[in-house]
């Protein structure tokens, strides 16, 4: 019995080393310890102070698991490949940018925030290869529960996030149809330089205050309109 146990355990540290896409749980594993890093942000008071460095600090722990050039692809289509390998970096760097602040201060304007930090309860997951899905709700102000979808892909080794899905809303698609939008009208530098000035100030505008920014501060919309 104790030479079995023992295999067993070999067995499964092999595959925890190995870091297979099979690894039951990695998804909602990878989910659960970003977001319970970002409570520790949240509850730490030497924050208390900084609202826009504990944005920052946020904004730069989400970044960490998610793909965003493959997203920027996602998000840009066909026009993807009409880009050059510079193009495409400069793109990736300001869809970074842009998802970031978008997702990260959507949460802070709609999320009940407490002493410790947001409520996340995780609904489970689906895995299928190097694809997987991690179904989680949040509490929101008023105690309504929103529905937040993580769309992740396996890659270098671990899970990373592909797309969001808030109520059903899909973050890629929305911008796909925004950006594509402004191209055909316009141009894909115009785009460009749309996000660009979107960017360009750590704060965003329009809407309410919320407890995570400070009582005072501006929150934007998740989706923005580019207009």
Same mark, same amino acid.
């Given at each position: 019995?104790?030479? %079995? &146990?023992?295999? @067993? ?7 925890? !080393? ?29 924050? *208390?102070? /900084?609202?826009? *460095? %504990? ?22 289509? %066909?026009?993807?490949?009409?880009? &050059? @390998? !510079? ?5 990736? #760097?300001?869809? #970074?940018?842009?998802?970031?602040? #978008? ?17 996340? +309860?995780?609904? $489970?997951? #689906?895995?299928?290869?190097? /694809?997987?899905? !991690?179904?989680?709700?949040?509490? $929101?102000?008023?105690? /309504? ?8 892909? +396996? ?19 929305? +911008?796909? @149809?925004?950006?594509? /939008? ?6 894909? %530098? ?24 400070? @009582? ?8 923005? *309109?580019?207009?």
């Amino acid at each position: 019995m104790a030479l %079995r &146990t023992f295999l @067993a355990l070999a067995a499964l540290s092999s595959l925890l !080393v190995t870091g297979s896409a099979a690894g039951a749980g990695a998804p909602t594993a990878t989910m659960q310890a970003t977001f319970a890093h970002a409570n520790k942000i949240i509850a730490d008071p030497k924050w *208390e102070d /900084r609202p826009t *460095e %504990r944005i920052v600090a946020i904004r730069a722990l989400f970044s960490k698991v998610f793909d965003f050039r493959g997203a920027a692809e996602d998000v840009l289509g %066909r026009e993807w490949k009409a880009r &050059t @390998a !510079v193009e495409q970096r400069e793109f990736t #760097s300001i869809f #970074s940018g842009f998802v970031q602040r #978008s997702f990260v201060y959507w949460l802070a304007a709609v999320a009940e925030i407490d002493a410790n930090g947001i409520t996340v +309860y995780y609904l $489970g997951e #689906s895995v299928e290869r190097d /694809r997987a899905g !991690v179904r989680t709700t949040i509490v $929101g102000k008023g105690g /309504r529960q929103i529905r937040l979808d993580h769309w992740m892909v +396996y890659q270098n080794n671990r899970w990373l996030v592909r797309d969001i899905t808030i109520d059903g809303v899909s973050l890629i698609t929305n +911008y796909r @149809a925004q950006f594509d /939008r402004v191209i055909k009208t316009s141009s894909y %530098r115009d785009l460009v330089v749309r996000m660009q000035d979107r960017t360009s100030a750590e704060m965003p505008r329009p809407a309410s205050g919320g407890e995570l920014l400070g @009582a005072e501060v501006k929150l934007p919309l998740f989706l923005y *309109e580019m207009r």
